[in-house]
Nanobody
Framework: QVQLVESGGGLVQPGGSLRLSCVAS????????MAWFRQAPGKQRELVAS???????NYAGSVQDRFTISRDNAKNTVSLQMNSLKVEDTAVYFC?????????WGQGTQVTVSS
């Protein structure tokens, strides 16, 4: 089994920044992808950003140039630096690890952008 624990959510004003972190533990092997998803009330969960083992990244168009995903393979962590936050970024953010075609999820962390 794989466990994911997120941290770093909170309340921030529009234009502000937050950094989310996720630590993975358990049966983790060498080749896996990590990502951040989010789910706003009444909406489907959506991919925010992903990063593979080699560091190749992919971003949703709505966060391109504002968010940066990074990972530390030695520590099995993934982070999401969120800048220039907008009200529409408000959601529960979930850490995801994909290994051997199986998805593992964290419990989620609330990000609220409001003045």
């Amino acid at each position: 089994q794989v466990q994911l624990v997120e941290s770093g959510g909170g309340l921030v004003q529009p234009g502000g920044s937050l950094r989310l972190s996720c630590v993975a533990s358990g049966n983790i092997y060498s080749a896996y992808g990590m990502a951040w998803f989010r789910q706003a009330p009444g909406k489907q969960r959506e991919l925010v950003a992903s990063i593979d083992k080699t560091g190749h990244t992919n971003y949703a168009g709505s966060v391109q140039d504002r968010f940066t995903i990074s990972r530390d393979n030695a520590k099995n962590t993934v982070s999401l630096q969120m800048n220039s936050l907008k009200v529409e970024d408000t959601a529960v953010y979930f850490c995801n690890l994909n290994q051997f075609a199986t998805d593992y999820w964290g419990q989620g962390t609330q990000v609220t952008v409001s003045s």
